[in-house]
């Protein structure tokens, strides 16, 4: 079964790493350099398309695609709030600010803040 970008989200979702590099081809994702009659695997340049999510790796990219509604690099990435940060965004980045403060004045040694 081929997985789609619309099985985005579904922590189901059987990706492979195949899929991965058809989709890094069909969106131009190649590697100049290579002849076009080696294997995918050679002309994929999988570096440049995991650049777009923020990620080096397939096993990150994997986890990425089960848990967020990703959409094809041509279009532009929606990020989402958790239901938490929407509920009072305020008080989420008080505490946030808060608690990096206190981190930031333990972890430094002799110097001011």
């Not at 492979?16 to 995918?40: F, M």
């Not at 990620?55 to 959409?71: D, E, G, M, V």
């Not at 094809?72 to 608690?99: C, F, H, K, Y």
Request: aromatic share 8%; with cysteine.
């Amino acid at each position: 079964m081929t997985v789609k970008w619309s099985d985005a989200g579904n922590p189901k979702a059987e990706l492979t790493l195949d899929d991965v590099r058809r989709w890094a081809e069909e969106y131009g994702y190649v590697k100049t350099s290579v002849p076009k009659d080696r294997p995918a695997a050679q002309r994929v340049d999988l570096v440049a398309f995991f650049n777009v999510y923020d990620t080096n790796a397939f096993s990150i990219f994997k986890k990425k695609f089960r848990t967020r509604r990703l959409k094809p690099p041509n279009e532009p990435q929606v990020r989402t709030e958790t239901n938490e940060s929407a509920a009072s965004p305020g008080l989420t980045n008080d505490i946030i600010l808060a608690t990096g403060r206190l981190l930031g004045r333990r972890g430094r040694r002799g110097g001011a803040c």
